[in-house]
């Protein structure tokens, strides 16, 4: 099982960033998809989580209205849009699949909203 997250970097406050997480080693649209941040010094947060086929989408109270997540699993992706970026937003995003027994991660990409 693997889990790539990229498109993370700086943007300005109320900008926008979109994120992808390519999955390999499983039959990706078996699964549900999930995205979580961690900020630093603090707990790790679920986002945002999308349903196998995409037909149900669930988020965190903190970006509902301007996170959009979403999946191509023809391309064996899932996508978290964000728009509307505060600086409480600063944090390394993930991609989680439970695969495997205690669930599978990627590396994390680093998001960074500052002016």
């Known amino acids: 099982v693997q889990l790539v997250e990229s498109g993370g970097g700086l943007v300005q406050p109320g900008g926008s960033l979109r994120l992808s997480c390519a999955a390999s080693?499983?039959?990706?649209?078996?699964?549900?998809m999930r995205w979580y941040r961690q900020a630093p010094g603090k707990e790790r947060e679920l986002v945002a989580t999308i349903t196998n086929g995409g037909g149900t989408t669930t988020y965190a109270d903190s970006v509902k209205g301007r996170f959009t997540i979403s999946r191509d699993n023809a391309k064996n992706t899932v996508y978290l849009q964000m728009n509307s970026l505060k600086p409480e937003d600063t944090a390394v995003y993930y991609c989680?699949?439970?695969?495997?027994?205690?669930?599978?991660w990627g590396q994390g990409t680093q998001v960074t909203v500052s002016s």
């Open positions: 080693g499983f039959t990706f649209s078996n699964y549900i």
């Open positions: 989680n699949a439970r695969v495997t027994s205690g669930g599978n």
